[in-house]
């Protein structure tokens, strides 16, 4: 599914301008360091006096905004290069900044028609999203509610204004960028947050942030620039709010949102902070089940079958306009006569570190020595690193074999110097059996329209089907199970194999009977339920 694809690892890309010590025979008596923090501390006093406070926004009491967005989807399209799709979103949010209350409905579809319609809550004490779909609700655990506020402030047209303060509680920190950041007409400081550098430009003449320009490592390509850029600013109260928010990735569109009836408010609409733990009324759907999401990865293992195991983990990050995390994941685990196989390395090389050391735990003298996986997008391929280091065999379809390769020879902040790896690498078509005496696997390439090569993992001993992003994509039965074609075209690829399918087990966390494929194909598709914030169409 849809998924930011990088995490945050600030590091200023023009750090590498930063000031350094005093030209030769300077006679000022004032250090270099002093002269950057005086002039980039007037750069940012000045746009503090031109956009407003965090005191100020407060006053402000409520804004209701629609929303209008879309997003570049790196590692969502047809294929693991370019060119990439893009895919749009829109919804309504209602921001309490007097009560420190935030809520959000929106809706979007993932490529092949996958859809998806939440609503989204975060407060100063809790914070949870209710798939309007099918009445899953996601608690976000207490260790990531502040992950879940920080992309509320990522995304609010009000990001300007808590960039400028997060820099003015970091004042010691300012520095001038000689040279500026490189955008014409502007000048530059950067500041350090908790460790992290980030880089303000500031228009001259109107003395409004413009841009917040830093590095970020992402799993594929390592070090990368990143650029918030903040446009079309409006006067709302005693502030000024940015009216479109847009993210420029390696120079390219990454997303771009746009706030077209930002205003203010008299009072909060009713019915928009529901409980903490929503209960069924007429405005929601029955809720089938709850799920902790967020926070530090949880790994659990279940025992879906004699030597087939699941690794289940909850989603530590949002997706694009998302607040709160809204998926679970599964690897699948096989374990073979001599070593383990497994399916899917979902996120980063630190998810599946813990990973590793929970299957360690499990399988001490057998290491996992075959990896594959159900497709190329980031959230189930971007942990694939650490058993590039540690010899695994990647078998895989065609596509996956030079962005494995690309991955091997990128350096990351974290590495210890080592050479560039080279990866292990089988590839197939159509389909690849690995045998074995007690679980043999055989992976088939089914094709779709949510990627061109996406695979299933079939085990005809012990009836178990294994598929990501084609079936139960929330981590319980009733999200939204034959509402979608991907699901249907996996039910009728397993009528058209013979398979007597036991059980399916979901990337996304669902592990269901068999007999839901069946259903699948009778279920008809149904409107999005639930939705106390009208959710407007993109104008």
Same mark, same amino acid.
Request: charged share 20%.
């Given at each position: 599914?849809?998924?930011?694809? =990088?995490?945050?690892?600030?590091?200023?890309?023009?750090?590498?301008?930063?000031?350094?010590?005093?030209?030769?025979?300077?006679?000022?008596?004032?250090?270099?360091?002093?002269?950057?923090?005086?002039?980039?501390?007037?750069?940012?006093?000045?746009?503090?006096?031109?956009?407003?406070?965090?005191?100020?926004?407060?006053?402000?009491?409520?804004?209701?905004?629609?929303?209008?967005?879309?997003?570049?989807?790196?590692?969502?399209?047809?294929?693991?290069?370019?060119?990439?799709?893009?895919?749009?979103?829109?919804?309504?949010?209602?921001?309490?900044?007097?009560?420190?209350?935030?809520?959000?409905?929106?809706?979007?579809?993932?490529?092949?028609?996958?859809?998806?319609?939440?609503?989204?809550?975060?407060?100063?004490?809790?914070?949870?999203?209710?798939?309007?779909?099918?009445?899953?609700?996601?608690?976000?655990?207490?260790?990531?509610?502040?992950?879940?506020?920080?992309?509320?402030?990522?995304?609010?047209?009000?990001?300007?204004?808590?960039?400028?303060?997060?820099?003015?509680?970091?004042?010691?920190?300012?520095?001038?960028?000689?040279?500026?950041?490189?955008?014409?007409?502007?000048?530059?400081?950067? %500041?350090?947050?908790?460790?992290?550098?980030?880089?303000?430009?500031?228009?001259?003449?109107?003395?409004?942030?413009?841009?917040?320009? $830093?590095?970020?490592?992402?799993? #594929?390509?390592?070090?990368?620039? &990143?650029? %918030?850029?903040?446009?079309?600013?409006?006067?709302?109260?005693? *502030?000024?709010?940015?009216?479109?928010?847009?993210?420029?990735?390696?120079?390219?569109?990454?997303?771009?949102?746009?706030?077209?009836?930002?205003?203010?408010?008299?009072?909060?609409?009713?019915?928009?902070?529901?409980?903490?733990?929503?209960?069924?009324?007429?405005?929601?759907?029955?809720?089938?089940?709850?799920?902790?999401?967020?926070?530090?990865?949880?790994?659990?293992?279940?025992?879906?079958?004699?030597?087939?195991?699941?690794?289940?983990?909850?989603?530590?990050?949002?997706?694009? %306009?998302? =607040?709160?995390?809204?998926?679970?994941?599964?690897?699948?685990? *096989?374990? &073979?006569?001599?070593?383990?196989?497994?399916?899917?390395?979902?996120?980063?090389?630190?998810?599946?570190?813990?990973?590793?050391?929970?299957?360690?735990?499990?399988?001490?003298?057998?290491?996992?020595?075959?990896?594959?996986?159900?497709?190329?997008?980031?959230?189930?391929l971007g942990g694939l690193r650490p058993y590039i280091e540690a010899g695994a065999t990647f078998v895989t379809t065609p596509g996956n074999r030079r962005l494995i $390769?690309?991955?091997?020879?990128?350096?990351?902040?974290?590495?210890?110097?080592?050479?560039?790896?080279?990866?292990?690498? #089988?590839?197939?078509?159509?389909?690849?059996?690995?045998?074995?005496?007690?679980?043999?696997?055989?992976?088939? #390439?089914?094709?779709?329209?949510?990627?061109?090569?996406?695979?299933?993992?079939?085990?005809?001993?012990?009836?178990?089907?294994?598929?990501?992003?084609?079936?139960?994509?929330?981590?319980?039965?009733?999200?939204?199970?034959?509402? =979608? #074609?991907?699901?249907?075209?996996?039910?009728?690829?397993?009528?058209?194999?013979?398979?007597?399918?036991?059980?399916?087990?979901?990337?996304?966390?669902?592990i269901s009977d068999g007999a839901e494929l069946e259903r699948a194909l009778e279920s008809a598709p149904a409107a999005t339920v639930g939705s106390r914030?009208? *959710?407007?169409?993109?104008?």
């Amino acid at each position: 599914m849809q998924s930011p694809l =990088y995490r945050y690892w600030w590091v200023s890309a023009a750090a590498l301008l930063l000031l350094g010590p005093p030209p030769a025979g300077a006679q000022s008596a004032r250090s270099g360091t002093e002269r950057g923090y005086l002039a980039g501390r007037r750069l940012l006093d000045a746009a503090i006096r031109a956009t407003g406070d965090s005191a100020a926004l407060a006053q402000l009491g409520t804004l209701a905004t629609s929303f209008c967005a879309r997003a570049v989807e790196i590692g969502q399209s047809a294929a693991p290069d370019a060119p990439y799709d893009t895919i749009s979103a829109v919804g309504q949010r209602i921001y309490d900044l007097a009560r420190h209350r935030y809520a959000q409905d929106w809706s979007t579809e993932f490529r092949g028609g996958i859809p998806l319609a939440l609503h989204e809550t975060v407060t100063d004490s809790a914070a949870y999203s209710t798939d309007l779909r099918g009445g899953v609700v996601f608690l976000v655990a207490p260790s990531g509610l502040s992950a879940s506020q920080r992309r509320v402030e990522d995304n609010a047209p009000y990001a300007p204004l808590i960039l400028l303060d997060r820099a003015r509680r970091n004042a010691a920190t300012l520095r001038l960028v000689r040279g500026g950041s490189g955008i014409p007409g502007t000048d530059a400081a950067l %500041f350090s947050d908790r460790g992290f550098l980030l880089t303000l430009s500031f228009d001259r003449s109107t003395h409004l942030l413009v841009s917040a320009d $830093a590095l970020v490592d992402n799993w #594929e390509v390592g070090l990368a620039p &990143l650029r %918030f850029q903040f446009r079309d600013y409006r006067r709302v109260g005693s *502030v000024r709010l940015a009216g479109r928010v847009t993210t420029w990735f390696r120079g390219g569109l990454l997303t771009d949102v746009t706030f077209p009836d930002l205003v203010r408010t008299g009072t909060t609409p009713a019915n928009v902070f529901p409980p903490a733990v929503p209960t069924p009324d007429s405005r929601l759907p029955t809720l089938t089940d709850t799920i902790t999401v967020g926070g530090q990865p949880s790994i659990t293992i279940d025992t879906v079958a004699p030597h087939v195991v699941a690794v289940r983990y909850g989603q530590t990050a949002g997706p694009n %306009f998302g =607040y709160n995390p809204p998926f679970a994941y599964v690897q699948l685990l *096989v374990e &073979l006569k001599d070593r383990l196989l497994l399916v899917d390395t979902p996120w980063y090389p630190s998810v599946q570190q813990s990973a590793i050391a929970t299957m360690r735990t499990l399988f001490p003298s057998k290491p996992v020595g075959v990896v594959s996986f159900t497709h190329y997008h980031s959230d189930h391929l971007g942990g694939l690193r650490p058993y590039i280091e540690a010899g695994a065999t990647f078998v895989t379809t065609p596509g996956n074999r030079r962005l494995i $390769a690309r991955v091997a020879r990128t350096a990351h902040p974290s590495d210890a110097h080592q050479p560039a790896l080279v990866p292990k690498i #089988e590839t197939f078509t159509g389909s690849r059996t690995i045998d074995d005496p007690a679980a043999p696997v055989e992976l088939h #390439e089914i094709g779709g329209a949510h990627a061109d090569e996406m695979v299933v993992a079939w085990l005809p001993r012990q009836q178990v089907l294994f598929t990501a992003d084609l079936f139960g994509i929330f981590p319980a039965r009733g999200g939204p199970g034959g509402l =979608y #074609e991907e699901e249907r075209s996996l039910a009728r690829y397993v009528r058209e194999q013979g398979w007597k399918v036991q059980k399916v087990v979901s990337g996304h966390g669902a592990i269901s009977d068999g007999a839901e494929l069946e259903r699948a194909l009778e279920s008809a598709p149904a409107a999005t339920v639930g939705s106390r914030v009208p *959710v407007p169409a993109c104008r």
